[in-house]
Nanobody, 121 residues
Framework: QVQLVESGGGLVQAGGSLRLSCAAS????????MGWFRQAPGKEREFVAA????????YYTDSVKGRFTISRDNAKNTVYLQMNSLKPEDTAVYYC??????????????WGQGTQVTVSS
């Protein structure tokens, strides 16, 4: 089992920044690729970003490219999502996820409980 706990969400004005963190425990963190997803009210959960086991490769959905950066610190068992130039449409609950495979779909094996990000206009 892998336990994931997100933090860092909050309320920010448009154009502002937030950094989300996701702390993992339970298994060897570097054995898992990590992803960030988000779900806005009334919408389906969508992929945001993913990073490979040692951080060598990353992938982003088009809407966040150039604004969001995913990174990981395997010594701290933590994955981050730095979000800059935030827009009201980024408002959602953000989830981190872990899987043995590097993937962009929602088939991740382990999920956190989510953290709310609200961007005001």
């Amino acid at each position: 089992q892998v336990q994931l706990v997100e933090s860092g969400g909050g309320l920010v004005q448009a154009g502002g920044s937030l950094r989300l963190s996701c702390a993992a425990s339970g298994r060897t963190f570097s054995n898992y690729a990590m992803g960030w997803f988000r779900q806005a009210p009334g919408k389906e959960r969508e992929f945001v970003a993913a990073i490979t086991w040692r951080g060598g490769s990353t992938y982003y959905t088009d809407s966040v490219k150039g604004r969001f950066t995913i990174s990981r610190d395997n010594a701290k068992n933590t994955v981050y999502l730095q979000m800059n130039s935030l827009k009201p449409e980024d408002t959602a609950v953000y989830y981190c996820a872990a899987d043995e495979n590097f993937r962009r779909d929602s088939g991740y094996h382990y999920w956190g409980q989510g953290t709310q990000v609200t961007v005001s206009s």
